[in-house]
T-cell receptor, first 112, second 115 residues
Framework: NAGVTQTPKFRILKIGQSMTLQCAQD?????MYWYRQDPGMGLKLIYY???????DKGEVPNGYNVSRSTTEDFPLRLELAAPSQTSVYFC???????????FGPGTRLTVT | AQSVAQPEDQVNVAEGNPLTVKCTYS??????LFWYVQYPNRGLQFLLK??????LVKGSYGFEAEFNKSQTSFHLKKPSALVSDSALYFC?????????????FGKGTRLSVIA
């Protein structure tokens, strides 16, 4: 099993550009999550999904969009990138909401 | 509402000494509690969890945590610290009766084990 994979590992965006962060898992997990991690701020939940076709907002959804057309994939879309979106983004998955989450290696995004 | 607090930003301990990383939580019902570890430039890795049962939970790499309902705490412990334990540690909580509500993570505690 590859577990949770994320692409790209690093990206530099100019203000106003858009991009999609990819996340895939091969464990057949129903739940998937997107977090951002800022220094000294811990993890903040952006969006999550409890199954294909179902998504819900987390703590900090503004400026982001997600879709979940398959169980395996959970892409995160940034529209009109802003410097405040400079962060490290982690995708995670779990079989159920009460189970431990498996994290991907992260995407380091810089918006300048 | 559910919340979790890690009162220490940084914990320093000498190699071979016991270590404790503190976590307190707040939920309206009963909690599910988790500890994760993050090594530099890596994603979080699951260490251990408390769902129900024995208050002392044993996890990966020799770590354990004690659930204390009266003090609403779930401190992470290890009898003898290793330099390789140096990392960022996160506590997380979820109310058993919160439906699909995801975990809430603490801000993290940086553990530094000095040789």
């Amino acid at each position: 099993n590859a577990g949770v994979t994320q692409t790209p590992k690093f990206r530099i965006l100019k203000i106003g550009q858009s991009m999609t962060l990819q996340c895939a898992q091969d464990m057949n997990h129903n739940y998937m999550y997107w977090y951002r991690q800022d220094p000294g701020m811990g993890l903040k939940l952006i969006y999550y999904s409890v199954g294909a076709g179902i998504t819900d907002k987390g703590e900090v959804p503004n400026g982001y969009n997600v879709s979940r057309s398959t169980t395996e994939d959970f892409p995160l879309r940034l529209e009109l990138a802003a410097p405040s979106q400079t962060s490290v983004y982690f995708c995670a998955s779990s079989p159920r909401g009460v189970d431990e989450q498996y994290f991907g290696p992260g995407t380091r995004l810089t918006v300048t | 509402a559910q919340s979790v607090a890690q009162p220490e930003d940084q914990v320093n301990v000498a190699e071979g000494n016991p270590l404790t990383v503190k976590c307190t939580y707040s939920v309206s019902g009963n909690p599910y509690l988790f500890w994760y570890v993050q090594y530099p430039n890596r994603g979080l890795q699951f260490l251990l969890k408390y769902i129900t049962g024995d208050n002392l939970v044993k996890g990966s790499y020799g770590f354990e945590a004690e659930f204390n309902k009266s003090q609403t705490s779930f401190h992470l412990k290890k009898p003898s610290a290793l330099v390789s334990d140096s990392a960022l540690y996160f506590c997380a909580v979820r109310d058993i009766n919160s439906g699909n509500t995801p975990l809430v993570f603490g801000k993290g505690t940086r553990l530094s084990v000095i040789a």
